[in-house]
């Protein structure tokens, strides 16, 4: 019992390296919960300097919303980390069990790969259903795999997909669609097997039947219409894909090449070298697909990269069991085992000491601190705050309106039926709209600015705007600002 708990103890270690602090996303997930427990579904947005506009709005995510909202209620901001870190070791068991299937139960394979899949999940924010989905994903895989070996047990399916399909419309439907697209490569296998061509390159003698495939992709639409918003649920996730003002401001959305160029070239090289390999040794079709597919998605929008690995990681699983035939003596697995969680033990103990351990940001807070100090000194409410992205959304937290937040996709004019904000947002940054002109547009009472924003220069030479708090760390090169308006003053004094 004891050699079996430090295995998985170890494996799933790298997962609690990094630092405590909590997505974004969370930040305007708690109001939204609160929402929906006291109103109902929103179909306009809130919470933005923009609620008296009628924006059409869809909570996407609002089961997972809700669920963050009665966690916060129940445990403060913590419980949510906790809940954060039990999801990352849930994504991370279900790849170790995949993989275990994949590599015909190659535990030592399984194991370093899961391991290092581990340092991984540390780039996914906790505290947002992108790795629910990714386990709902996994889980997928899983079936199919084992249905592969076990055809006999199509039936399962007809639970679980519809399952599938309803929490993930539920908790993040602009990813729901994944659930069919991870279905491709097997109907891919399906049909092509049938090719003198392709069964001659690829196993396909354990390939699932195109007529059970189809009725898995049925009930995975059908029930997925289980949702508050009906058929606009179903297409949210497409709605919002290519807006250039979204692509601008979400990083994630950007071309792998803008951001990691060096990714941009080794995916492709990568891929080149694991064809050449499957061609080689006559495997089967579909993971091979998954992985080529979901390279294609992380070169154009960098945030599929979240499925590329996992698939890569399937792929290279199935490629070790023959390229890599190596076995330990059951003394040299425990002398590892202890040595492995000796060291582990020790880097998590100083990450746990010399981390900070605040869930949100200092410098917020302080931000925020200060803004308060100032209202309260002047005898007024804080009012319009121009804020956007991550301290947007951590401001809605607060409950004070903001320019946007981190919901950006509700921002374009594309899903709100209004007006584009985000393509407003751009042309002051690129300076194709004069910031003054800009302003007089709102009325902001505050401002709370990072150093990429072209505001927290422009404030800064403009004598009608007083700097209130600054917080500044050279050797990354980040800074945020608070300013107040003193024009609000002569408004206010005006009236």
Same mark, same amino acid.
């Given at each position: 019992m004891?050699?079996?708990?430090? +295995?998985?103890l170890?494996?799933?270690?790298?997962?609690? %390296?990094?630092?405590?602090?909590?997505?974004?996303?969370? +930040?305007?997930? !708690?109001?939204?919960?609160?929402?929906?427990?006291?109103?109902?579904?929103?179909?306009?947005?809130?919470?933005?300097v923009?609620?008296?506009?009628?924006f059409?709005?869809?909570?996407?995510?609002?089961?997972?919303?809700?669920?963050?909202?009665?966690?916060?209620?129940a445990?403060?901001?913590?419980?949510?980390?906790?809940?954060? +870190?039990?999801?990352?070791?849930?994504?991370?068991?279900?790849?170790?069990?995949?993989?275990l299937?994949?590599?015909g139960?190659?535990?030592?394979?399984?194991?370093?790969?899961?391991?290092?899949?581990?340092?991984?999940?540390? !780039?996914?924010?906790?505290?947002?259903?992108?790795?629910?989905?990714?386990?709902?994903?996994?889980?997928?895989?899983?079936?199919?795999?084992?249905?592969?070996a076990?055809?006999?047990?199509?039936?399962?399916?007809?639970?679980?997909?519809?399952?599938?399909?309803? %929490?993930?419309?539920?908790?993040?439907?602009?990813?729901?669609?994944?659930?069919?697209?991870?279905?491709?490569?097997?109907?891919?296998?399906?049909?092509?097997?049938?090719?003198?061509?392709?069964?001659?390159?690829?196993d396909?003698?354990?390939?699932?039947?195109?007529?059970?495939?189809?009725?898995?992709?049925?009930?995975?639409?059908v029930?997925?219409?289980?949702?508050? +918003?009906?058929?606009?649920?179903?297409?949210?996730?497409?709605?919002?894909?290519?807006?250039?003002?979204?692509?601008?401001?979400?990083?994630?959305?950007?071309?792998?090449?803008?951001?990691?160029?060096?990714?941009?070239?080794?995916?492709?090289?990568?891929?080149?070298?694991?064809?050449?390999?499957?061609?080689?040794?006559?495997?089967?079709?579909?993971?091979?697909?998954?992985?080529?597919?979901?390279?294609?998605?992380?070169?154009?929008?960098?945030?599929?990269?979240?499925?590329?690995?996992?698939?890569?990681?399937?792929?290279?699983?199935?490629?070790?069991?023959?390229?890599?035939p190596?076995?330990?003596?059951?003394?040299?697995?425990?002398?590892? %085992?202890?040595?492995?969680?000796?060291a582990?033990?020790?880097?998590l103990?100083?990450?746990?000491?010399?981390?900070?351990?605040?869930?949100?940001?200092?410098?917020?807070?302080?931000?925020?601190?200060?803004?308060?100090?100032?209202?309260d000194?002047?005898?007024?409410?804080?009012?319009?705050?121009?804020?956007?992205?991550?301290?947007?959304?951590?401001?809605?937290?607060?409950?004070?309106?903001?320019?946007?937040?981190?919901?950006?996709?509700?921002?374009t004019?594309?899903?709100?039926r209004?007006? #584009?904000?985000?393509?407003?947002?751009?042309?002051?940054?690129?300076?194709?709209?004069p910031?003054?002109?800009?302003?007089?547009?709102?009325?902001?009472?505050?401002?709370?600015?990072?150093?990429?924003?072209?505001?927290?220069?422009?404030?800064?030479?403009?004598?009608?705007?007083?700097?209130?708090?600054?917080? #500044?760390?050279?050797?990354? #090169?980040?800074?945020?600002?608070?300013?107040?308006? #003193?024009?609000?003053?002569?408004?206010?004094?005006?009236?």
């Amino acid at each position: 019992m004891g050699k079996t708990c430090g +295995y998985y103890l170890l494996m799933v270690s790298g997962c609690f %390296l990094g630092g405590f602090i909590i997505g974004c996303d969370v +930040y305007y997930f !708690i109001p939204s919960g609160a929402y929906i427990e006291q109103y109902g579904f929103p179909h306009e947005l809130s919470f933005s300097v923009h609620a008296g506009e009628h924006f059409h709005y869809i909570m996407q995510q609002w089961l997972f919303a809700l669920w963050d909202w009665k966690v916060y209620q129940a445990f403060g901001l913590y419980g949510i980390l906790f809940c954060g +870190y039990l999801a990352n070791i849930a994504f991370l068991l279900l790849l170790h069990r995949l993989l275990l299937c994949v590599s015909g139960g190659r535990r030592g394979l399984a194991f370093a790969e899961t391991f290092l899949a581990g340092f991984f999940v540390l !780039i996914l924010d906790i505290g947002r259903p992108y790795t629910l989905t990714c386990c709902f994903l996994l889980i997928e895989l899983l079936f199919l795999q084992q249905l592969r070996a076990h055809q006999e047990q199509r039936r399962c399916g007809y639970v679980l997909f519809p399952l599938l399909s309803v %929490l993930e419309i539920n908790l993040h439907a602009a990813m729901w669609p994944m659930l069919l697209v991870f279905l491709l490569p097997y109907f891919f296998e399906s049909a092509l097997g049938r090719l003198t061509f392709f069964s001659s390159r690829f196993d396909s003698t354990h390939a699932l039947p195109c007529r059970t495939l189809a009725v898995y992709a049925g009930l995975i639409f059908v029930f997925a219409l289980l949702n508050p +918003y009906g058929l606009e649920m179903l297409g949210y996730g497409i709605s919002n894909c290519g807006t250039p003002s979204l692509r601008y401001i979400v990083e994630e959305m950007r071309p792998l090449c803008v951001r990691a160029p060096f990714l941009a070239v080794l995916i492709p090289v990568f891929s080149v070298y694991m064809i050449w390999k499957w061609l080689r040794w006559r495997f089967e079709l579909p993971l091979l697909l998954l992985m080529l597919g979901t390279g294609c998605m992380a070169m154009i929008a960098e945030r599929s990269l979240f499925l590329f690995f996992p698939c890569v990681m399937l792929a290279f699983a199935r490629l070790g069991c023959r390229e890599f035939p190596f076995s330990c003596s059951p003394r040299q697995k425990r002398r590892m %085992l202890c040595v492995g969680t000796s060291a582990m033990s020790l880097l998590l103990l100083a990450n746990f000491i010399l981390l900070p351990k605040n869930v949100i940001p200092a410098e917020w807070s302080a931000g925020l601190q200060a803004m308060r100090e100032d209202a309260d000194a002047q005898g007024r409410d804080i009012g319009d705050v121009y804020a956007v992205m991550d301290i947007g959304s951590y401001l809605t937290f607060e409950q004070i309106p903001v320019y946007h937040y981190s919901c950006s996709e509700a921002f374009t004019e594309k899903m709100n039926r209004r007006r #584009d904000v985000l393509a407003e947002y751009h042309a002051v940054q690129e300076q194709q709209l004069p910031y003054k002109e800009f302003l007089q547009r709102y009325d902001f009472h505050y401002f709370f600015v990072k150093n990429d924003d072209y505001l927290y220069d422009a404030l800064a030479s403009d004598e009608n705007y007083t700097l209130l708090y600054e917080y #500044d760390i050279p050797q990354i #090169d980040f800074s945020v600002c608070v300013y107040r308006s #003193d024009l609000w003053n002569d408004r206010s004094v005006g009236k």
